[in-house]
Nanobody
Framework: QVQLVESGGGLVQTGGSLRLSCVGSGRTASWYVMGWFRQAPGKEREFVAAISGSGTTPYYVDSMKGRFTISRDNAKNTVYLQMNSLKPEDTAVYYC???????????????WGQGAQVTVSS
């Protein structure tokens, strides 16, 4: 079992930045691929980024490449999502998740955090 706790969400103006953190605990959290997803009101949960267990290979959805950066520190069991040049359409609850493959599919991630609200004002 792996427990995940996100932090760092909040309210920011358009063009601003936020860094989300996700701390993992439990069953060797560093083995897992870590992903970030987001879900806006009335929409399905969508993939944002993922990173390999070693932290050497990141994966991004094309629309966020260049604005968002995923990284991890296995010594701290923590994965980060640095979000720059934020837009109102980035407003959503952001979830971190642990899985065994870096896919964009919700079903491939076995463990989920409770989510962190990010609100971008115009």
């Amino acid at each position: 079992q792996v427990q995940l706790v996100e932090s760092g969400g909040g309210l920011v103006q358009t063009g601003g930045s936020l860094r989300l953190s996700c701390v993992g605990s439990g069953r060797t959290a560093s083995w897992y691929v870590m992903g970030w997803f987001r879900q806006a009101p009335g929409k399905e949960r969508e993939f944002v980024a993922a990173i390999s267990g070693s932290g050497t290979t990141p994966y991004y959805v094309d629309s966020m490449k260049g604005r968002f950066t995923i990284s991890r520190d296995n010594a701290k069991n923590t994965v980060y999502l640095q979000m720059n040049s934020l837009k109102p359409e980035d407003t959503a609850v952001y979830y971190c998740a642990a899985g065994t493959a870096p896919t964009a599919w919700v079903k491939d991630y076995q463990y989920w955090g409770q989510g962190a609200q990010v609100t971008v004002s115009s």
